[in-house]
């Protein structure tokens, strides 16, 4: 995992059990020869159980959209670490932007998940990224660093190392719209600038098979996380491949 690139899929709100079984299994069997790309498939909690007996080869990986920070008791509808790793659960998106502005989650408690996630053995994909306004009131970094030096602050290197960074403006998430390289670059610098150079980040923002090959050429760079082009098996592939090619050449 340290130097191959990385796709994780983002499901969101979509897909049966029996819908994700069958995309799964079908996709499984194309990975087998694209051992330098890493996939995680973050699947609604209804699917997790059901497809989690695919997710048995060294790239392909099983993910969560969520989780809360407590071990059991009366939090109706949450879902605990415990139940997740029960499900084979490797890795779990934490901060997502939909999460933060559609359902108030605030920096204090996404901080609580993450770290809760990596005491239990779960691996964070922690989302950050800025509004459209606060880009054009220039309060990019002000904004991406105060949602990330609370997570930062807390581990040390090894343990940010094990974790991944998804930068992903809200202004690009499902519009169609994706981040200028320039812009990518920038953010990912402050990462960097902060969690040490060997963190993997992620970009997410629309990425299409169309604009796939140029985004992950974009330096530092290490993947994308793919939410609508993830939810079709002819595009996700079509990602995958982009990314195989450019991880091939750079070789
Ligand atoms: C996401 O939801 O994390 C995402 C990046 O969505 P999309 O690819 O649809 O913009």
């Not at 923002?205 to 290490?222: F, K």
Request: aromatic share 10%; charged share 25%; net charge negative.
């Amino acid at each position: 995992m340290r130097n191959n690139h990385i796709i994780a899929a983002n499901w969101k709100m979509n897909k049966t059990p029996q819908e994700s079984y069958n995309f799964v299994k079908n996709l499984r069997d194309k990975l087998l020869d694209k051992p330098d790309v890493n996939i995680i498939l973050c699947a609604p909690y209804t699917s997790l159980f059901y497809i989690s007996s695919f997710f048995n080869s060294e790239n392909f990986d099983l993910g969560a959209q969520n989780m809360h920070w407590a071990s059991e008791g009366a939090y109706t509808g949450e879902i605990s670490p415990d139940m997740l790793l029960a499900s084979s659960v490797k890795w779990v998106i934490l901060g997502h932007s939909e999460r933060r502005h559609i359902f108030g989650e605030t920096i204090d408690e996404i901080t609580k998940k993450v770290v809760r996630a990596v005491r239990e053995g779960l691996r964070p994909i922690f989302c950050f990224g800025e509004k459209l306004e606060e880009r054009r009131e220039g309060k990019t970094k002000e904004v991406l660093s105060g949602q990330l030096s609370p997570i930062i602050d807390r581990f040390n290197e090894s343990d940010l190392q094990e974790m991944l960074f998804a930068y992903e403006p809200v202004w690009a998430i499902g519009t169609g719209l994706n981040a200028e390289p320039d812009q990518i670059q920038e953010a990912h610098h402050i990462v960097r600038e902060f969690a040490g150079e060997n963190v993997r980040i992620l970009y997410g923002g629309s990425v299409t098979p169309a604009n796939a090959t140029e985004l992950i050429n974009v330096e530092g760079v290490d993947g994308f996380l793919v939410g609508g082009a993830s939810l079709e098996l002819e595009s996700i592939w079509k990602i995958i491949n982009c990314v195989y090619n450019a991880r091939i050449r750079s070789n």
